[in-house]
């Protein structure tokens, strides 16, 4: 009977040393408040892997397009996945083209969309929302102007890359001789301005403006008092209101002092030699062009914003992911560093585009952003742009229009009538 016993407690003995052993998986280690044994993992070597190889397709000219470059390769340095960029010729409609590869099957991974293009991509079922390859924070970090036309359907369906509005270039000497010290900024200031600039023309041309943007030709009409009002809808934009009449009425008379700034080709610099010159009193651009012609003689001016209408067109773009993609997390990897926000002060700095981040714009250290962004741009005053699915092709009939009104080829009739049948 003892030698019995003396087997069972050595039995005991054997596996109470066993489970004392340390395995290869795992080592016992005691935790410092209640000496709870807690399993640890030993480090083990890494096998570096290949994460994988995405395509990115933009539309930009050639120096942006460098520069991009320039950042992906050191996001390939850091991390695992080859990425291949793609530069659309600017001689296509990238939006088409891009919805072209779509239909075909042979989209890249991720596209750079204008802002105003998101939900129609979105509704015709070419994209993922970012909640299914982004992890960082967008509601709250993100401008409103440039999350708000990104939102349909209940999702955000892009990623803010960059903001552009439109704004004033002019030559203060030229103002002060009409008797104002900045580009007007109500139906009542471009009233006066008009009469002024008929006493005494001192410039050529009063404003110039690319007659072929129509967001540029939109801009101007709700300048002069046509904006859109709080709770209209998209349909809207283009219905003959009391103050639209008004607007359209004063661009008539503005129409002959117009000049055509066809920023796209090599009537810009011509433009902006004008200007220099002061053959022509302000231009209506985009904030990005406007600080790759700084000079001297030259005041930026961004369009007050106001709570109970449209004032300013506020462009942008952001960065996309095809619901074709075989690689979403790469892809999700890849916008989340190239919308970084020491990315975005880059991307800033070299382009002129700026950040859509609005911790960049409340910091004091950022003193590279310009003086003339007012506080409320980042506190999201103003009404949102009515991005729905169907603005892009309204937008693309209201420049054909625009275009032929704004060149002599309709009358002011004419156009109205066309513009009403734009939102039906």
């Given amino acids: 009977m003892k030698r019995k016993n003396h087997w069972v407690l050595f039995a005991i003995l054997l596996l109470a040393l066993i489970n004392l052993s340390p395995s290869?998986?795992?080592?016992?280690?005691?935790?410092?408040?209640?000496?709870?044994?807690?399993?640890?993992?030993?480090?083990?070597?890494?096998?570096?892997?290949?994460?994988?190889?995405?395509?990115?397709?933009?539309?930009?000219?050639?120096?942006?397009?460098?520069?991009?470059?320039?950042?992906?390769?050191?996001?390939?340095?850091?991390?695992?996945?080859?990425?291949?960029?793609?530069?659309?010729?600017?001689?296509?409609?990238?939006?088409?083209?891009?919805?072209?590869?779509?239909?075909?099957?042979?989209?890249?991974?991720?596209?750079?969309?204008?802002?105003?293009?998101?939900?129609?991509?979105?509704?015709?079922?070419?994209?993922l929302p970012t909640e299914s390859y982004f992890s960082g924070s967008l509601s709250g970090e993100v401008l409103s102007a440039s999350l708000t036309p990104n939102e349909w359907n209940g999702y955000v369906w892009g990623v803010p890359m960059d903001t552009d509005p439109y704004v004033y270039v002019y030559n203060p000497t030229l103002l002060k001789q009409y008797g104002i010290e900045h580009p007007p900024d109500s139906a009542e200031a471009w009233g006066t301005l008009f009469a002024l600039y008929h006493k005494q023309p001192f410039a050529q041309h009063l404003l110039a403006l690319n007659f072929d943007d129509p967001n540029a030709v939109m801009t101007l009409l709700w300048q002069m008092g046509g904006g859109l009002k709080p709770g209209e809808q998209d349909g809207s934009l283009f219905a003959m209101t009391g103050e639209l009449q008004n607007s359209l009425q004063r661009l008539e008379q503005i129409r002959p002092i117009l000049w055509n700034a066809r920023l796209a080709s090599t009537a810009a610099e011509d433009l902006w030699n004008q200007f220099y010159n002061g053959d022509v009193a302000f231009i209506l651009t985009k904030a990005s062009e406007a600080k790759k012609h700084q000079f001297p003689r030259a005041s930026i001016s961004f369009p007050k914003l106001k709570q109970d209408r449209m004032t300013t067109w506020i462009g942008g773009r952001s960065y996309v992911v095809s619901s074709q993609t075989q690689n979403p997390e790469a892809a999700g990897l890849w916008i989340s560093a190239m919308t970084s926000q020491q990315n975005q002060l880059r991307w800033y700095e070299f382009t002129g585009n700026l950040p859509v981040i609005k911790t960049i714009y409340y910091d004091p250290d950022?003193?590279?952003?310009?003086?003339?962004?007012?506080?409320?741009?980042?506190?999201?005053?103003?009404?949102?742009?009515?991005?729905?699915?169907?603005?892009?092709?309204?937008m693309e009939k209201f420049s054909k229009l625009s275009e032929s009104f704004l060149n002599g080829s309709m009358t002011l009739k004419q156009f109205k009538e066309s513009l009403g049948s734009i939102g039906k």
């Fill in 24 to 127: 290869e998986e795992t080592a016992q280690v005691l935790s410092d408040n209640d000496g709870d044994v807690q399993p640890m993992t030993p480090p083990q070597r890494v096998t570096l892997q290949e994460k994988g190889h995405i395509q990115v397709a933009v539309q930009m000219d050639e120096s942006d397009f460098l520069y991009l470059q320039k950042m992906n390769q050191q996001f390939m340095e850091d991390h695992l996945i080859q990425v291949e960029l793609v530069n659309i010729p600017p001689e296509k409609r990238y939006a088409t083209y891009q919805k072209e590869q779509l239909k075909l099957g042979n989209s890249p991974d991720v596209l750079l969309l204008d802002n105003g293009w998101i939900r129609r991509f979105a509704a015709d079922g070419y994209l």
């Fill in 366 to 394: 950022m003193s590279d952003l310009p003086k003339w962004v007012p506080a409320s741009l980042p506190a999201g005053s103003g009404i949102s742009m009515p991005a729905e699915a169907s603005l892009p092709r309204k």
